[in-house]
């Protein structure tokens, strides 16, 4: 029997709500998006466990919690099987972090921004998030497709930055980067095929604010993106093995960059 036209609209309306919010997962991640002004909450689900130690920031939150029984907590919420959950769920909508001209605007010092082409796994940008509120960098930049998006398990990775670091999904990664030059950074691509060094690259860049461009594990920069660089540098290394995950060159090359 064919459903009546009002119950497909109402499934649909539910599957695009659903799309527009984000469960996020574990003590730490829950705690500091409880933490977060900025955070649009919606439902929290935990154990009575988790509720004691998450009192204090429930309490500052004003969210009025579901206690379940910890035998039936997968039930309550739609979380992927294996997350480590530790009896915490936490129903919000995304972060609006407004605009790269806002958040990455030079006038008062020479800011620091990365930008990742294609970087789909969320453990790897939670890393980096974590790594780029470490070193100051004043955003993540990706592309809106073929990036990892806001999840459960990119928060609990980038361990309380995700509430902290702006985390920018943008149409167009080259429309990002012919921004950021308007406003005089210094785009900067990482290979590890390159022939010049991070720190000539970022010697180079003198006091201009500077982009870092990172690509995916494997495919790494697109060649478009590679064109749009004003250069490419590789992270110097000693031995056969001269290959670094994509979240630990981007932490080296923040540091770099930080220390200029």
Known sequence: MKKPTWVIDKERAKRAAAAETVWLFGLHAVRDALSNPDRTRLRLVVTKNAAD????????????PEVVDPRKFDKYVPLPAESVH???????KALDWGTIDALCDPKHDNPV???????????NVGAILRSAEVFGARAVIAPHRHSAPETGALAKTASGALERQPYLRVR?????????????????????????ELAQGLASAAT?????V??????GLRERTRELC??????????????????NAAAVSL??????
């Open 53 to 64: 130690k998450l009192a204090e920031a429930i309490a500052v939150s004003g969210l009025e």
């Open 86 to 92: 530790q009896g915490a769920a936490l129903e919000v």
């Open 113 to 123: 921004v990365v930008l990742l082409d294609r970087v789909t796994d969320p453990h």
């Open 172 to 196: 167009n990664l080259g429309d990002a980067m012919e921004e950021l030059r308007k406003m005089n950074y210094q785009l900067i691509g990482l290979a590890g095929e390159s022939d010049v």
């Open 208 to 212: 201009l604010p500077v982009a870092l």
């Open 214 to 219: 990172l690509g995916a594990e494997g495919p």
């Open 230 to 247: 004003d250069t490419v540098v590789k992270i110097p290394f000693t031995g056969e093995f001269g290959s670094l995950n994509v979240s």
């Open 255 to 260: 540091y770099a960059a930080s220390k200029r």
